[in-house]
C-alpha cells in the first residue's frame, strides 16, 4: 500500500531564502505526482505535476523533481517570498489497485519571514 | 480560468441528518472526486465517478455515503446519517484523464471544500 511521507512538517525560513521540501513515496510504481498549496482553511492549489516519465518540471520560482528508484521528489522554491507561507502538500497517483485516486502527504508547513 | 466550485463553504448538521454537498467540476473533464481532511490529518481519497458510475472508492466510502451526478454539470456527495467523526472538509476534484488512457494523467483539480461539522 502506497505511504506518502513528508519531511520537515514544519519550515521556517527568512525571506529571499532558497529552501526544498522533500516527500517520499514507498511505492515507486506510480503514474504522477501532483505538489499543491494549501492556505489555512482553504482549498488545494495545484502547483506542479511530474509525470512518471520526467524528472523535474518548473513553475516560475518552483522546481519539482522525481526520482522513482529511490522514492523521492523534491520541492525547490527560489527566492522564497512571504506569500509563499503556507502548506506544501505532495500526492502520488499509483497503479495498485486505484483507478487513478492521490495518496498525500500530511504536508510541510511553510513559514517564511520578512 | 477554468475552477472547481463547491458549496455550501460551510455545513453545520446534527448527529443522523443527512448532508448533500455540491460541486460543479470543471466544465471539459469527465474524472470527478472525493477526498476529506479531517483537521489536523492528511487529505483522504473517499471515491471516484465516471461515466456515471463509481470507478473506485476507498473503505471510508461506506453505505452512509452516495455520490450523484443529478445533470450536467452537479456531481454530489450525501452522507446518509452523519456521525460526530464525519466532521471534517471535504474537497471535490476534477480532472480531464484518467487511467489507462495514454501514458500519463492530467493534473486533478480541487474546489476550496466545504466544511462539515457535525454536532
Known amino acids: 500500500k502506497q505511504e506518502v511521507t513528508q519531511i520537515p512538517a514544519a519550515l521556517s525560513v527568512p525571506e529571499g531564502e532558497n529552501l526544498v521540501l522533500n516527500c517520499s513515496f514507498t511505492d515507486s510504481a506510480i503514474y504522477n505526482l501532483q505538489w499543491f498549496r494549501q492556505d489555512p482553511g482553504k482549498g488545494l492549489t495545484s502547483l506542479l505535476l511530474?509525470?512518471?516519465?520526467?524528472r523535474e518540471q518548473t513553475s516560475g520560482r518552483l522546481n519539482a523533481s522525481l526520482d522513482k528508484s529511490s522514492g523521492r521528489s523534491t520541492l525547490y522554491i527560489a527566492a522564497s517570498q512571504p506569500g509563499d507561507s503556507a502548506t506544501y502538500l505532495c500526492?502520488?497517483?499509483?497503479?495498485?489497485?486505484?483507478?487513478?485516486?492521490?495518496?498525500f502527504g500530511k504536508g510541510t508547513k511553510l513559514s517564511v519571514k520578512p | 480560468e477554468p475552477e472547481v466550485t463547491q458549496t455550501p463553504s460551510h455545513q453545520v448538521t446534527q448527529m443522523g441528518q443527512e448532508v448533500i454537498l455540491r460541486c460543479v467540476p470543471i466544465s471539459n473533464h469527465l474524472y470527478f472526486y472525493w477526498y476529506r481532511q479531517i483537521l489536523g490529518q492528511k487529505v483522504e481519497f473517499l471515491v471516484s465517478f465516471y461515466n456515471n458510475e463509481i470507478s473506485e472508492k476507498s473503505e471510508i466510502f461506506d453505505d452512509q455515503f452516495s455520490v450523484e451526478r443529478p445533470d450536467g454539470s452537479n456531481f454530489t456527495l450525501k452522507i446518509r446519517s452523519t456521525k460526530l467523526e464525519d466532521s471534517a472538509m471535504y474537497f471535490c476534484?476534477?480532472?480531464?484523464?484518467?487511467?489507462?488512457?495514454?501514458?500519463?494523467?492530467?493534473?486533478?483539480?480541487f474546489g476550496p471544500g466545504t466544511r462539515l461539522t457535525v454536532l
Open positions: 500526492a502520488a497517483r499509483d497503479y495498485g489497485g486505484s483507478q487513478g485516486n492521490l495518496i
Open positions: 511530474i509525470q512518471s516519465s520526467q
Open positions: 476534484a476534477s480532472s480531464d484523464l484518467g487511467r489507462g488512457q495514454g501514458s500519463s494523467y492530467n493534473e486533478q483539480f
